[in-house]
């Protein structure tokens, strides 16, 4: 496993960063990891970043509407 550390943010960049979550138990982590991704590829590929950033504001759509599975759905539909 990785090493982990701890930051300080503020309390509306983490309400930030909750904007792009695409479901409730995603890590800040996986959260960061995707916004770096958007900041890199927007210079060199602005349309990537477009359908990225609309696929992830779909995907909250989804989970207000309750269209979605949990990971133990998810895992009994795969045999897993």
């Keep these: ?8 943010i503020h309390e509306g960049t983490k ?12 890590s800040y982590d996986e959260v960061i990891k995707k916004v770096v991704f958007i900041a890199k ?4 590929e602005p349309e990537l970043s477009k359908e990225t950033i609309h ?3 779909k995907a909250r759509e989804r989970i207000k509407k309750g ?4 990971e133990a759905e998810a895992r009994k539909r795969l045999g897993l």
């Design 1 to 8: 496993m990785d090493e982990s550390t701890t930051i300080k």
């Design 15 to 26: 309400l930030e960063l909750d904007h792009f979550r695409e479901y409730k138990n995603e």
């Design 41 to 44: 590829t927007c210079k060199t």
């Design 55 to 57: 696929a992830i504001e």
């Design 67 to 70: 269209k979605f599975l949990t």
